[in-house]
């Protein structure tokens, strides 16, 4: 992390509780090298214990990411970086409006059958990530579902209490699962004769 971006995240990042004097020990490394470290993992896609010894001791790290994804505090920071980064662009710091769009990625072999499906416009069976981004293209919410759940779905789904909400399995009418897979029904309907009048 540059100069420059330290001294845009610094003050955007949550206050440790005994800076705020409620108790706790001080923590043994800055959180500018941690970040680092979370930074290189994502980037890489390397392991925990495969962490280069340039950054603080990989279980340290992976302590401080844990106590912040259960605690909310990644998305928490997340959302002041989007706001900050809104705000500087002369926009509302809460958008008003987004755009949703998803990836279907085929699932391995060891991924269990019910948390994956069939996306019948692509022909994969595997899950889906559903990413809602604002118009600036700053990233909202990822959501991580079967493949047979599609977008309008997934946003009725989510949307607010007293709304109409689409079937949490994504299976409507006309639409079966037979041992996991989905089953295509072909309906056959008798062709209009002469006058309008169905054949015989």
């Known amino acids: 992390m540059s100069d420059a971006e330290w001294v845009v995240v610094r003050p955007l990042l949550p206050v440790p509780g005994w800076l705020r004097g409620q108790g706790g020990q001080p923590e043994a490394y800055c959180h500018r090298a941690m970040l680092d470290a979370v930074r290189y993992l994502v980037d ?3 392991k925990w ?10 279980d340290r790290v ?3 990411f844990r106590r912040w994804r259960d605690h ?16 500087q662009a002369g926009r509302d710091p809460e958008p008003s409006a987004g755009v949703i769009d998803s990836q279907t990625v085929k699932a391995d072999a060891a991924v269990g059958s019910d948390s994956r499906g069939f996306d019948g ?11 809602m981004v604002d118009t600036l293209g700053l990233l909202l919410r990822v959501l991580i579902t079967s493949a047979d759940i599609g977008d309008r779905a997934r946003r009725a ?3 607010r209490p007293g709304r109409r909400r689409a079937p949490p399995t994504g299976i409507g009418p006309g639409r079966r699962r037979l041992h996991g ?7 056959h309907r008798p062709l209009p004769g002469p006058g309008g009048r169905q054949a015989q």
């Open 44 to 46: 890489n896609g390397t």
């Open 49 to 58: 214990r495969a962490m280069p010894a340039d950054f603080p001791p990989w």
């Open 62 to 64: 992976y302590a401080l």
């Open 72 to 87: 909310g505090l990644i998305r928490e920071f997340h959302d002041r970086l989007r706001r900050k980064a809104r705000e």
């Open 121 to 131: 416009g692509k022909l994969i069976n595997g899950r889906k990530r559903h990413a």
């Open 157 to 159: 789904g989510s949307a």
């Open 181 to 187: 897979h989905p089953r295509r029904v072909r309906l």
